[in-house]
Every structure is written in structure tokens, then in C-alpha cells.
């Protein structure tokens, strides 16, 4: 019999989730549990999708519950929380567990990696329950490296790993087919937010020595921007085309599909630093040339032939590089499938789940 693994989430479509659970199935028995006051479709309109998410796990044969009694029921060797280890939900559960005298190993996967602004409560919050905690997951070494600046533990008692939060499903997100290019496509995905550069970017490709440069940005639905005055229609560059979707694998397949160069220039401050990397990611797996700022998860992935870094965020850095590539387009392209090969080898879902699984059998 499988050992049991007890995961502990938010309940939302990706299909990354998806298929990380389905192939941690071929090893453990998984549980999903998502307790009804944390659901994310209960704040939503849309309730069929939370039919989706149960219909997902229904059809492979998981286990889908909302109750936090199933946890006493279930009896799982380990308990993974992809919670922040001073949410609501986490204290629940360590309550829950304590009072029930459940002997799960428990595990939280982090995700943030910024704690400047951090109180004094949440900090309480972590010193009290600290002990009930076997493992920390970080999402980057960034973000371990921060967190034990903030939080002091016994880091022989409490064993920290780098999991990435998002693996990239590879087989999807795969190298795009050859195609004759007259000219160059840079793009951005995300919010138009200042803290992820944005504003660089389209002041850079306003300047008249990029007016045959060629930008485009996939940008979210409005309700997720930070910079709410932000007015995609007042910018009347021909050269700059900007598109507002809901973001789902199918719009950054065809997003991706259709530029040769992504940008991702995050800034780095007091209380931001890029988190995932998902796009850069996904992007790398194409096969795409990428180039990003040093923030963040972004540390953590090393450079390749065609996937450039930039120290210092600013239009003269910006314009630079995108010289560069311009001049040098044909022998980068032809580089570019090393950043697939680096995904492969470190951010894949086989990968990932392999590692998470190695792990688990540790502790």
C-alpha cells in the first residue's frame, strides 16, 4: 500500500496542478482537501468551475473533500499545506491535528519571498506553531534566503528544500515549430505594473530609434492590476500592441507562439521580488530568447546563450540588450534550445515531482 499524502490547497483550474497530482498518484495515495471558508470559487461567480475542479478530481479517481475532519479519517503520513505558515487555514489545521492527536508530518510550501512589511502578529503567528512544522518548502533559494533573515527555527528539526510552486508542463508548452522571420516580435506577459517593469518597456519602444521594433504585451484582466490608472488606449505607437484576456494556458500558448523575444523586468524593492517565474518559464520551454531582470526567482535560473539578464532595470539597459539580440538574432535563435534543456532539467512537472517525492521519503 501507498503511503498517503494529505495536500491542502486552494482550489483553482491549472493545468500545471493538475498534472503534478496526477503524477504524484503513481506513487502516493493523494487526498485533496479544500476547506469551504478558503474555496476561491466561493468569492466567484462562476460556481461551475468549482463543478470542473470536482469533476477533474472525480474522473482519476482522487479524493476531493471541504471538511476538516476528513484529515482524522484519512490519517496521512504527510500533511502538505500550500499555505503561508501564518494563513488562517494553517493555524486550523495545527490546532485540528493537536487536538485530535494526529501524527502527521506537516509541510508548508511558501510562496512569498518579500517580508519587510511584516507585523508583528504574523510573526507571533509562526514562533507559537513553529514546532508543529517537519518541513519548509521554499519556491526559490531567494525566498529561503529572505525568510531566514525574518524568522529564526531549528534548521535541524525543521528541514527547508527549494521546490518550485509552478512546474512547467513541458510536453505542453513545447519548442515551437521553424518559421521564417521577417521581423522581430518582443513581448511582455503580465500585469502593467511598475514593479514588473512594464513601464520601461513602453518607454523604451517609444523612443524613435525603436520605431521598427515590434512590441506586444498580453496583460490579465483589469481587476488584477496594482496600477489601476494605467490606459492601454492613450499609447498610439503602430509599433506597440497591447491585448487584455483572461489568462489560461490556451492565451499564453498563443501568445507565445506569436513572439520570438519575451521581457520580464522585474523590479526588485522593499516589498516585491519576482515570486514564480511561471512565464519566463513557459517561455524558456518554447524555445523563445528571454531576457529578465535578476529579481527574485529569476536568481535562481542560470543564464544560457539566449536567455540574458539585466542588473539595472532602465530604458538604456533595455535598449542595449534589444540591440544586441537585433545584431545577433540568427546565432542566438539558433542557441535557444538550451533553454529548453534547462527547463528539462530543472522545472519540469517529472522533475519537480520526482524531487517532491525523494523528499517526502526523508522526512
Known sequence: MN?????????????????SLLYLKKNLDVFCLVPKKFNFFRFSKKKKLLKQVKSFYFNNNFFFKENLSFINNYNPEWILI????????????IIYCKIRNIKSKIIVHIKDNKYNNFGVVKKLIFYIFKNYITSIWFASSFAKKNFNKFFRYNKKKIQSYIIPIHPIDTHLFKKKNKIKINK??????????????????IDTFKLKVNKNNFFYALLPEKKF?????????????????????KFNTKSSLNFIKK?????????ENFNHAEQDGQVLLENL????????SNSGFF??????????????????????IMKF?????????FNSNKNRILVNKNFSIEIVIKKKISILKKI
Open 3 to 19: 503511503k498517503r499524502l494529505l495536500i491542502i490547497s486552494h482550489a483553482y483550474l491549472r493545468d500545471d496542478v493538475y498534472k
Open 259 to 267: 513572439i520570438d523575444v519575451l521581457f520580464c523586468p522585474s523590479i
Open 184 to 201: 522581430i516580435k518582443f513581448g511582455f506577459i503580465g500585469r502593467p505594473d511598475n514593479d514588473k517593469g512594464f513601464q520601461y518597456l
Open 325 to 333: 539580440i537585433k545584431i545577433n538574432f540568427d546565432q542566438i535563435k
Open 299 to 320: 536568481k535562481n535560473i542560470k543564464k544560457t546563450d539566449s536567455y540574458f539578464k539585466i542588473n539595472n532595470v532602465n530604458i538604456n539597459s533595455i535598449s542595449n
Open 285 to 292: 520551454s518554447c524555445n523563445n530568447i528571454c531576457v529578465s
Open 82 to 93: 500550500e499555505y503561508n505558515p501564518w494563513s488562517l487555514i494553517f493555524l486550523q489545521i
Open 225 to 245: 492590476w496594482k496600477n489601476k490608472k494605467f490606459d492601454h488606449k492613450l499609447i498610439k505607437n503602430n509599433n506597440i500592441q497591447i491585448s487584455i484576456k
